[in-house]
């Protein structure tokens, strides 16, 4: 069984890949002429070997148009489902991957990545850190403003984690409000300095709720950090950062909790 799904997996990337060299049209054609030209020598061989008698070229010509006629129709269907396949696949691993409404990683995909760049640090002896942000007082966007407008606070927020964040980094959407960065080789003090700016940008975004009202937000972030020499694991940071946010929330919101030092920044 397993074998069986090795080669199938096998056929549909060298479909894949012979599709994107040479196009559809000219993978019909090909596999049409293939199929006439092997149509017409087994018509052939059949014809002189099991009945003894020769060629008989109306029959031949039968055996070229059939083919010639058909093939075309079946191999252009059979590519164009491979394709569609294919297309759902990706389509259903990157909705399993990535938030609808955000296009930021999803908890399960942000918590798979930060596990491989987690076991990397550690084994080149680097520091790892983890912000966890929750943005303050979102159920009072909501409900002022409506649902459509806490919307759209979430995907500005997302555009400036983006913008804020390096290519290394691991950005996602934990669930309702609440968002994390893991950030790989970086220490407290270099977490600290991402995750304030990203604050300080958050606080000066402006956002219009309706057409007489503007509305803006802040964040309060948790950090948990393990340097070079340390033996965490990364449940244990991510448990650290999330304790360092609600201390955060209950220090007044709007600032920035270390979980080691409990220090803020504001």
């Not at 017409?40 to 055996?63: K, Y």
């Not at 220490?187 to 304030?196: C, D, L, P, S, T």
């Amino acid at each position: 069984m397993q074998f069986r799904r090795f080669l199938q997996r096998i056929d549909q990337r060298y479909m894949r890949e012979g599709l994107a060299r040479i196009g559809r049209v000219r993978a019909v054609i090909n596999i049409t002429a293939i199929a006439c030209l092997s149509s017409v020598l087994l018509s052939s061989l059949i014809w002189s070997q099991a009945f003894g008698r020769e060629i008989d070229w109306q029959l031949i010509s039968t055996a070229f148009v059939v083919p010639a006629l058909i093939c075309p129709f079946v191999m252009w269907f059979v590519i164009q489902m491979t394709l569609d396949l294919h297309h759902m696949e990706n389509k259903m691993r990157h909705l399993a991957s990535y938030d609808d409404l955000t296009e930021l990683l999803s908890r399960r995909a942000f918590l798979t990545s930060s596990q491989k760049l987690f076991s990397l640090m550690n084994r080149s002896h680097k520091s790892f850190s983890i912000a966890y942000i929750d943005i303050d007082d979102f159920k009072k966007i909501n409900d002022s403003y409506g649902h459509a407008v806490g919307d759209e606070v979430l995907k500005s927020f997302a555009v400036i984690l983006e913008d804020h964040t390096r290519s290394s980094d691991v950005v996602g959407r934990i669930g309702g409000e609440e968002f994390a960065i893991a950030l790989p080789d970086t220490g407290a003090h270099g977490a600290a300095r991402v995750v304030e700016l990203i604050r300080k940008v958050s606080e000066q975004q402006m956002l219009t709720a309706s057409s007489k009202a503007t509305l803006s937000y802040t964040i309060s972030i948790g950090i948990s950090t393990s340097d070079s020499n340390n033996t965490q694991t990364l449940e244990q940071l991510i448990q650290q950062a999330d304790r360092a946010l609600y201390e955060a929330k209950v220090a007044g919101k709007n600032r920035i909790i270390q979980f080691e030092t409990e220090t803020h920044f504001t």
